[in-house]
């Protein structure tokens, strides 16, 4: 179902469009630098969350996959995103886009006071969101790789039911959450905002939404109230300000839709069947 044929196209190395602006404003020093890549959707995760709990940092982009020598010292295996801590001396690092997040959470409760998950003393509330967190993570973001990978027909058909199916599973862990009657259901409640498990999956219902539908015709579920989360959460201006313009997704994507050899670490664990990394 690919509708057109591999190009060759190569992946960006600079971010366009208003993730662009957002790069320059962020290119002074600061405590925290963010090694990051435009195409990255663990590394947007990091950003949407450093400019939503209001913490200061400096953008500096890398290509993760010629391992320069900065991002090996911050990240064993050479991934992105990676957080450098530049009060240490010698300064310190972080890798991990999950991690990061929970770093930033904990660092945003003694400075800025905002945050990602339900405020207060409520455990129940909180592990409702980690637990949309989890299935994000665990079966969403690894049925987003197979299906852009997939090759044939079938794989591919199977592909999408499998993405939609991993979405359907979200959206009822959302429902539970709103059922329960917990004050923060993210931007899945009307009038709500960011979670962290809205920041978690917005990379990839970002891709859905250009990458999946130019190479797969892919159409995102039904439903008003899904549409309405989608529209939220890809308006939301924290989310906004580290989006490239869609033909960078879909340029730096063209490896994945025809499963190059050696794409990626995560592109090789998918092939091999094996854990993302
Ligand atoms: N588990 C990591 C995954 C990060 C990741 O796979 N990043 C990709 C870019 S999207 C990368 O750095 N790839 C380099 C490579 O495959 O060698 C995280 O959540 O931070």
Not at 162 to 179: C, S
Request: include cysteine.
């Amino acid at each position: 179902m690919t509708t057109n044929s591999d190009s060759g196209k190569s992946y960006h190395r600079e971010c366009t469009g208003e993730a662009l602006e957002t790069a320059k404003a962020h290119g002074s020093p600061k405590d925290i630098t963010m090694f990051g890549s435009c195409f990255c959707p663990f590394v947007q995760r990091v950003w949407i969350a450093l400019e939503f709990l209001g913490i200061d940092y400096k953008v500096y982009e890398v290509d993760p996959y010629s391992k320069p020598a900065d991002l090996l010292e911050v990240s064993a295996k050479g991934l992105v995103p990676a957080l450098r801590l530049e009060t240490y001396d010698p300064p310190r690092a972080i890798s991990e886009s999950t991690v990061i997040l929970e770093f930033l959470e904990d660092l945003a409760a003694m400075t800025t006071q905002r945050t990602l998950l339900p405020p207060g003393i409520n455990p129940y509330a909180r592990t409702l969101v980690r637990l949309q967190a989890d299935h994000v993570n665990r079966t969403l973001v690894p049925a987003f790789y197979r299906y852009i990978q997939a090759q044939n027909e079938e794989s591919q058909i199977r592909g999408g039911k499998e993405f939609v199916q991993a979405i359907d599973g979200l959206v009822k862990l959302f429902q539970r959450a709103q059922r329960e009657g917990d004050i923060h259901c993210g931007l899945w409640s009307e009038g709500g905002t960011l979670s962290l498990a809205d920041v978690m999956v917005a990379p990839w219902i970002f891709r859905a939404t250009n990458v999946l539908v130019h190479y797969r015709g892919f159409q995102l579920p039904e439903g008003t109230q899904f549409r309405s989360y989608v529209e939220r959460l890809l308006s939301f201006p924290a989310f906004k300000r580290t989006c490239s313009t869609e033909q960078l997704y879909i340029d730096s994507y063209e490896r994945y839709a025809f499963n190059r050899p050696n794409t990626s670490q995560v592109a090789n664990a998918i092939n091999s069947g094996a854990a993302l990394p």
